[in-house]
């Protein structure tokens, strides 16, 4: 495996690997991961469909890009995925799957051309006081000394961020910017999350900083995620012949020395039976021979997600958990296969509530469209992303993408979207936690930070409205602090026929978790590795390598103040007037920092 930039083998069609039409691969999960590797396996390495199996917990495929229409509940949207232009990988697939809608175009272009016929902006990206503007303005308001944490931040070491909190590199200043009210709503960090990931996260969108006021650099799909992206590559997989073996929970893995010796002298290992229960009682499995393979999703950012609905609240679920309980008994087997406890071990810490409100008449879209500026059912971009309540005790958020969110959605009906980051303080109005609420309890919170008048909001969220409430206790596990060799590298050293996916491997690139992306990336390594498909895997992107970026960023966070103001103006112009007719004089006239 190796890796590559520019488009030189981005379009180039890999030669068959030898041996492969002999070998069968066993996939533990239909999330993005799981259908990502069975794509690769299929296009790239020219496997033939029937040599896949896609083995899943539930009864659908998608994992934590759902879209549900819950009977006697309504519409279940547990997230929503935020895209952007260098999603290389991810893109890389599309480019191949049909679209369900446009006759001849691929999912990519029917995504590209949506996005360019309907660019994605917001107009109010922060509320106060009920609905007011909180009059952001597009600022980041940070500080000299925020600016500097997060300058030193962005240079020190990965090795230097291994196990440290963001709380614990950056200072109270930092935390009443503007920049954190953005950054911690947009991507869900709390402050007690990895500050090794958050730097990874301003490395790898430093091109995106400029954009985060208004969400002008992110790109979303027609529909919800489910239909728009799962839904085309199951069809495009079925149509290869991949099968799909559904309510089959996976509980362990056996492993054997494998035939050779890693690079350390350490005997190499295999996977040699994958153990199952399949309809909740009958015990399984199958036995791994020579020429078969298989690629593990673990952990689960939505395992043990409980549904609740207008008048019951979700339930935190602190129990068994499927998949983090497979994860653990992989890892007491080799030191190479992770520490699970440091990310599924801490609920309190990992656990957020969103809520999923359908509005059943014309009552509450005109509070909406007060807000987001836009007619909510044009059909095209509404809030054009998250709305953030600034003063809300839940730090609630909401967002309303194209409507019809849902292709059976009726007409005059809006589908929203809402999160709290914490969900154990008492809200605004219902004064109670968002946790122990039901959804019309949510609602009414929402109506009050919207702008409904007090006493019309118990009426309107018991009659237009519906709501269902989602608690996932490990939604935010990735985010854990952590260090070196606590994820798993996606094909560990020595597997002679085995990988892991999804967002707790470890690619050993720059890439950041919680995306589409790091999924797709995850699932092309296992597959390019293990089958030796010829063909480079597109880099992340370098945008923390280009001087523009770092130049519009750096504007940016300086809410576009000219550099060294602080020189008397004599000496300030005369070493400007140094730079004049130089190229770094030029970058710096062009990207506004003098």
């Known amino acids: 495996m190796y890796y590559s930039r520019g488009n030189y083998e981005a379009f180039a069609r890999p030669l068959k690997p030898e041996g492969v039409d002999d070998k069968r691969v066993w996939i533990i999960g239909s999330g993005l991961a799981g259908l990502s590797a069975a794509v690769f396996l299929v296009r790239d390495a020219q496997m033939p469909g029937n040599n896949i199996?896609?083995?899943?917990?539930?009864?659908?495929?998608?994992?934590?890009?759902?879209?549900?229409?819950?009977?006697?509940?309504?519409?279940?949207?547990?997230?929503?995925?935020?895209?952007?232009?260098?999603?290389?990988?991810?893109?890389?697939?599309?480019?191949?799957?049909?679209?369900?809608?446009?006759?001849?175009?691929?999912?990519?272009?029917?995504?590209?051309?949506?996005?360019?016929?309907?660019?994605?902006?917001?107009?109010?990206?922060?509320?106060?006081?009920?609905?007011?503007?909180?009059?952001?303005?597009?600022l980041f308001t940070l500080s000299d000394t925020a600016q500097k944490e997060i300058m030193h931040l962005f240079l020190t070491s990965r090795k230097e961020t291994e196990d440290k909190r963001i709380n614990e590199v950056f200072s109270a200043d930092f935390f009443k910017s503007n920049f954190w009210l953005y950054w911690r709503t947009m991507f869900a960090f709390e402050e007690w999350h990895s500050a090794l990931e958050m730097k990874l996260y301003i490395h790898r969108f430093v091109n995106h900083?400029?954009?985060?006021?208004?969400?002008?650099?992110?790109?979303?799909?027609?529909?919800?995620?489910?239909?728009?992206?799962?839904?085309?590559?199951?069809?495009?997989?079925?149509?290869?012949?991949v099968r799909f073996q559904y309510s089959t929970s996976v509980h362990d893995l056996?492993?054997?020395?494998?035939?050779?010796?890693?690079?350390?002298?350490?005997?190499?290992?295999?996977?040699?039976?994958?153990?199952?229960?399949?309809?909740?009682?009958?015990?399984?499995?199958?036995?791994?021979?020579?020429?078969?393979?298989?690629?593990?999703?673990?952990?689960?950012?939505?395992?043990?997600?409980?549904?609740?609905?207008?008048?019951?609240?979700?339930?935190?679920?602190?129990?068994?958990?499927?998949?983090?309980?497979?994860w653990r008994r992989i890892a007491a087997k080799s030191t190479t296969f992770g520490h699970p406890n440091v990310f599924g071990a801490h609920i309190p810490e990992t656990k957020w509530e969103s809520a999923t409100v359908t509005t059943l008449d014309e009552h509450i879209p005109k509070y909406i469209q007060k807000?987001?500026?836009?007619?909510?059912?044009?059909?095209?971009?509404?809030?054009?992303?998250?709305?953030?309540?600034?003063?809300?005790?839940?730090?609630?958020s909401w967002t309303i993408n194209r409507q019809p969110h849902f292709k059976k959605q009726k007409k005059d009906q809006l589908v929203v979207w809402v999160y709290g980051l914490l969900v154990e303080a008492p809200g605004d109005y219902v004064k109670k936690p968002m946790q122990d609420c039901t959804g019309e309890e949510i609602t009414q919170e929402w109506l009050y930070h919207l702008g409904v008048p007090v006493d019309e909001i118990p009426k309107l969220a018991a009659e237009s409205a519906t709501c269902v409430p989602v608690m996932m206790p490990y939604v935010t596990a990735f985010f854990m602090p952590r260090a070196a060799g606590d994820r798993p590298d996606v094909v560990p050293m020595g597997a002679e026929n085995f990988a892991f996916l999804g967002q707790f491997a470890e690619t050993g690139t720059a890439d950041t978790i919680f995306t589409t992306e790091y999924s797709v990336r995850t699932g092309m390594q296992a597959v390019y590795t293990l089958m030796s498909v010829d063909r480079a895997i597109p880099e992340v992107f370098a945008s923390t390598y280009d001087v523009r970026c770092l130049l519009d960023a750096t504007v940016s966070m300086r809410d576009h103040k000219e550099l060294a103001k602080w020189l008397p103006e004599r000496l300030r112009k005369f070493l400007i007037s140094l730079l004049n007719g130089t190229e770094i004089g030029e970058l710096l006239q062009k990207h506004h920092l003098v």
């Open 254 to 326: 056996e492993f054997a020395p494998g035939s050779g010796q890693t690079e350390d002298g350490a005997p190499t290992k295999r996977a040699t039976r994958i153990n199952w229960v399949q309809d909740g009682h009958t015990k399984g499995g199958i036995d791994l021979g020579a020429n078969d393979y298989v690629f593990t999703i673990i952990g689960s950012l939505t395992e043990n997600s409980d549904l609740g609905d207008h008048h019951t609240p979700a339930k935190l679920k602190t129990g068994p958990a499927p998949a983090w309980e497979l």
């Open 209 to 241: 900083i400029s954009g985060m006021p208004d969400f002008s650099t992110l790109k979303f799909t027609k529909y919800n995620q489910y239909e728009s992206l799962i839904l085309p590559l199951t069809k495009y997989l079925q149509d290869h012949n």
């Open 371 to 396: 807000i987001c500026k836009r007619d909510p059912f044009s059909g095209r971009v509404v809030t054009g992303g998250i709305v953030t309540a600034r003063d809300s005790a839940w730090v609630l």
């Open 53 to 138: 199996t896609i083995v899943e917990q539930g009864n659908i495929p998608g994992g934590a890009l759902d879209g549900l229409d819950e009977p006697d509940k309504g519409f279940v949207i547990r997230g929503g995925r935020e895209m952007e232009a260098h999603f290389e990988c991810l893109w890389d697939m599309f480019r191949s799957i049909p679209s369900l809608e446009e006759p001849g175009a691929s999912v990519l272009d029917e995504f590209y051309w949506l996005n360019k016929r309907d660019p994605n902006f917001s107009l109010q990206r922060a509320t106060i006081n009920c609905g007011q503007d909180a009059g952001t303005d597009g």
